[in-house]
């Protein structure tokens, strides 16, 4: 554009020169060796500028003559250097596709096309083929090669360390990792794996400070690396919790300013605060983040702040966590399990019916087998609870790459990753249709005859046993039927503290149906979710026969 430009001025320079010359006219006279030279100015200046429009081409003919031996020869190793990038950039493309045979043509053809020396690429290309050809331990020689090259340190190491993560040499790879770090810090992968190798070995400092760096560098974005940095004080606090619990203390409430909702730093910070008798300040720390988050380890801290509290004042605690989160089923089932411990049967089972509503799964099944049994001692009751905890989905966990733990962890055991663990529901659990039976919510709500205690059931099932004939020929009594039921899963079965339930019921085939309205009586009748327990009760000897559809489950 800038010659264009020059050119244009050039030749508007030229038009108004003649023009001035035209509207000028004039004669100039040269006497040169006896001989005289009239012309007019006009001819004389379209002379001029010919005789300079020659010597320019001439001197540009001679030009190209003269350097043309070198642009030949730049010429063919123009376009021997375009057919070796060619092959180079096919052979790139073959190695990515696996094509094995293809990548090591393009590289013979590539190292006859052009010098290793100048083209690192080329390195690259031998090594993928190598790795595709399954030679590995000469690719790791042609890495360690590059790893030497300042031009190619980086590939080099990044080779080094995907192929001792191969193999499982994870100190290599931690060493090639840290190596590449110092050359580099801004390597991402390197900064990550070397972070998570200093997290594994409890270098908690390092990784701080190594993270401090990537942050500095732009290597992360503010928020991911706030949260990294929250995760790893929150992990120094765990391990500075018996030893030094101010230092935890400190550790912990500087990971709360970074990531406000993190439950494992505000239990630990609450932990460390009531070791030094400060109740209410741990109290505040737990409210905080349970307004954000409400979770059990939160509940069960905030519950039994005080050892020597009694189980009334734990239940007002609990009660003021549910005035922060109402209808919120963790706030349920902390006040229903307070309750529990209190004695408090009816605000317990009131508390666990309505977290049963609000979301149904095994926890909460658990306990109202927990509050059926310590209030009624009815185990008809107690096993329909237990059978809708086997049935019910699992209660939320941390699980971190598919492995649940009983508690929070900085890393994944299986690959090491940091923050990787999440409160959740785990794996594996297919939700499959609603047996009948089972309680799912409002929809399986039913009510069953009112609440008797054991003391008043066994006469009455005594009475009847010695009403019913003591003599009966076997070919009239009823067969029973066995009713196969599938065995509980293990995890299940140690959940349920080592419970199961019984593999057979017996039912008789010719059981009559459910009896008249029982006599009315001054307790009042208490609400029961589910169907009634699988024991039938003793055949009445006067009631009538009767078909009767059985439900086995």
Do not use: C
């Not at 190695?95 to 590289?107: F, P, Q, V, W, Y």
């Not at 439950?263 to 505040?284: G, M, Q, T």
């Not at 902390?334 to 309750?339: E, G, L, N, T, Y």
């Amino acid at each position: 554009m800038v010659r264009l430009f020059i050119f244009l001025l050039v030749v508007l320079g030229l038009g108004w020169g003649f023009a001035w010359l035209a509207d000028r006219p004039g004669l100039i006279s040269i006497t040169w060796q006896d001989h005289l030279i009239e012309t007019s100015l006009m001819v004389a200046a379209t002379a001029l500028v010919a005789v300079i429009g020659a010597v320019m081409l001439l001197w540009w003919i001679i030009g190209v003559i003269w350097t043309s031996p070198h642009s030949v020869r730049r010429y063919f190793r123009s376009r021997k250097r375009d057919r070796g990038y060619q092959a180079l950039s096919t052979g790139l493309i073959a190695a990515g596709a696996g094509n094995a045979i293809l990548a090591r043509k393009m590289s013979l053809r590539t190292r006859g096309l052009l010098s290793a020396d100048q083209e690192p690429l080329i390195h690259l290309l031998d090594a993928q083929a190598l790795l595709i050809e399954g030679k590995h331990d000469e690719a790791r020689q042609k890495f360690e090669r590059m790893s030497e090259d300042p031009e190619t340190r980086e590939l080099g190491l990044r080779g080094l360390y995907m192929e001792a993560r191969r193999l499982g040499a994870n100190e290599a790879a931690r060493q090639y990792a840290e190596k590449a770090v110092e050359h580099a810090p801004y390597l991402a992968w390197a900064a990550q794996a070397t972070l998570e190798s200093r997290s594994q070995a409890g270098r908690w400092d390092d990784a701080i400070r190594l993270l401090d760096q990537q942050r500095a560098g732009s290597v992360i974005d503010k928020p991911q690396a706030d949260r990294l940095k929250a995760v790893l004080l929150t992990a120094k606090a765990g391990d500075r919790l018996e030893g030094d619990p101010k230092g935890a203390r400190d550790d912990a409430m500087a990971a709360l300013k970074l990531a406000k909702d993190l439950v494992p730093a505000a239990v630990i910070a609450a932990k460390a605060l009531l070791r030094e008798d400060n109740v209410r300040k741990a109290a505040s720390v737990l409210d905080g983040v349970w307004k954000l988050n409400p979770h059990p380890e939160i509940a069960r801290t905030y519950v039994r702040a005080r050892s020597g509290d009694s189980t009334l004042d734990r239940l007002k605690r609990a009660e003021k966590l549910e005035a922060m989160r109402p209808n919120n089923i963790e706030s349920l089932l902390a006040v229903a399990q307070a309750a529990l411990d209190a004695q408090d049967f009816k605000k317990a089972r009131a508390k666990a019916e309505a977290a049963a509503r609000m979301q149904p799964r095994e926890s909460v099944f658990l306990l109202l087998a927990d509050i059926e049994d310590a209030d009624t001692g009815d185990q008809g009751r107690v096993r329909h609870w237990m059978a809708q905890a086997l049935r019910a989905p699992r209660d939320p966990a941390w699980v971190a790459d598919g492995f649940v733990s009983e508690k929070w962890l900085p890393l994944s055991p299986v690959t090491g990753r940091l923050d990787a663990f999440e409160w959740k529901v785990p794996f594996g659990q297919l939700e499959g249709p609603v047996e009948e039976g089972s309680v799912v919510g409002d929809q399986a709500i039913a009510t069953l005859p009112p609440v008797s205690r054991q003391s008043d059931v066994v006469p009455e099932r005594q009475e009847r046993v010695a009403a019913e004939p003591a003599s009966q020929p076997d070919s009239e009594r009823p067969k029973p039927i066995l009713v196969e039921v599938p065995a509980a899963p293990a995890e299940t079965q140690r959940a349920n503290g080592g419970e199961a339930v019984a593999a057979k019921t017996t039912a008789p085939t010719n059981a009559p149906e459910p009896a008249e309205k029982p006599p009315q009586t001054g307790e009042e009748p208490v609400p029961f979710f589910g169907h009634p327990p699988d024991d039938p009760g003793v055949k009445d000897p006067n009631a009538a026969e009767s078909r009767t559809r059985l439900r086995l489950f």
